[in-house]
């Protein structure tokens, strides 16, 4: 049986995103995801991307593969990889400014735009805040 990873990293993307953009990027992820069993969070501000991605480990390692070879990102770094007991989220979610007006625009993403509480001093946070 695959155990269970949590892996975080940060990027660029390659292109200014517009928030058409960013619809298209959450929708595709939400629908990826859901369907591997990923959970996780992927925040973008400041032009730049952070996302924790958890799941089986041979889901995540594949995953992993495809966002480093991913023409749209640029300075990809791995922040963390670990073994995890158990998902700190419980499903996959995205946090971005005017996330509310996503949600309007896109109905069947909106559990993915919801609230999310990141554990205190998670990796990704300091590494895209500098908290």
Known sequence: MSQLIELTYVSE???NMSFL???????????KNQA???TGALI???NQFGQVIEGLEKDIEA???KIQKDSRHK???LIEAKSISERSFSK???????????????????????DVEFPMGHPLLIALRGA
Do not use: C, D
């Open 75 to 77: 300075n990809v770094r």
């Open 63 to 65: 995953l992993w593969q």
């Open 44 to 46: 973008y501000e400041n």
């Open 92 to 114: 996959w979610t995205m946090v971005f400014q005017g996330s509310e007006e996503v949600a309007k625009t896109l109905p069947e993403v909106t559990a993915a735009i919801e």
């Open 36 to 38: 591997l069993g990923i």
């Open 13 to 15: 993307p390659a292109q």
């Open 21 to 31: 953009g960013l619809m298209r990027l959450l929708y595709h992820s939400y629908s």
